[in-house]
């Protein structure tokens, strides 16, 4: 037990002394989807927009991605399938409150959650 508040501490401080590296989490990272209306291949289409809502600009933003599919294509650099990740952009900076927009069409819509980034440039 004191360990563990000894190793949070220590996080902490961390994140303190070297605060650009900190200075963004996950709800940093503001996904949103809307059903476009469009139907693709019979598959209701989804716009997606990830926005960086940090300080700090990202690099390295990954999704979860679990079981991803879709029947529209979607430009390898803003969306690659990694497995259960998704990298966006390459994994190039995206700036502070900059967004990237894509769309995909399945039924029924997946659940994209932010799995991780690196922040920068604060
Ligand atoms: C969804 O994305 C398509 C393609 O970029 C765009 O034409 C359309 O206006 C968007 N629809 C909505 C509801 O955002």
Same mark, same amino acid.
């Given at each position: 037990?004191?360990? *563990?508040?000894?190793?949070?501490?220590?996080?902490? *401080?961390?994140?303190?002394?070297?605060?650009?590296?900190?200075?963004?989490?996950?709800?940093? +990272?503001? @996904?949103? =989807?809307?059903?476009?209306?469009?139907? +693709?291949?019979?598959? $209701?289409? %989804?716009?997606? =927009?990830?926005?960086?809502?940090?300080?700090?600009?990202?690099?390295? @933003?990954? *999704?979860?991605?679990?079981? &991803?599919?879709?029947?529209?294509?979607?430009? $390898?650099? +803003?969306?690659?399938?990694?497995?259960?990740?998704? *990298?966006?952009?390459?994994?190039?900076?995206?700036?502070?409150?900059?967004?990237?927009?894509?769309?995909?069409? %399945?039924? /029924? $819509? &997946?659940?994209?959650? /932010?799995?991780?980034?690196?922040?920068?440039?604060?």
């Amino acid at each position: 037990m004191t360990g *563990l508040v000894k190793a949070f501490v220590a996080t902490l *401080l961390l994140c303190l002394a070297t605060e650009g590296l900190c200075a963004c989490s996950l709800n940093n +990272i503001n @996904i949103g =989807t809307v059903r476009s209306g469009r139907q +693709i291949s019979g598959k $209701p289409e %989804w716009n997606v =927009t990830v926005v960086n809502n940090c300080q700090c600009a990202q690099s390295q @933003i990954k *999704l979860s991605c679990m079981g &991803f599919q879709t029947v529209e294509n979607i430009d $390898p650099s +803003i969306l690659v399938k990694q497995g259960d990740a998704c *990298l966006l952009i390459n994994g190039n900076s995206l700036e502070k409150s900059a967004s990237v927009k894509f769309s995909y069409a %399945w039924d /029924p $819509p &997946f659940l994209l959650l /932010p799995l991780g980034s690196v922040s920068h440039g604060c």
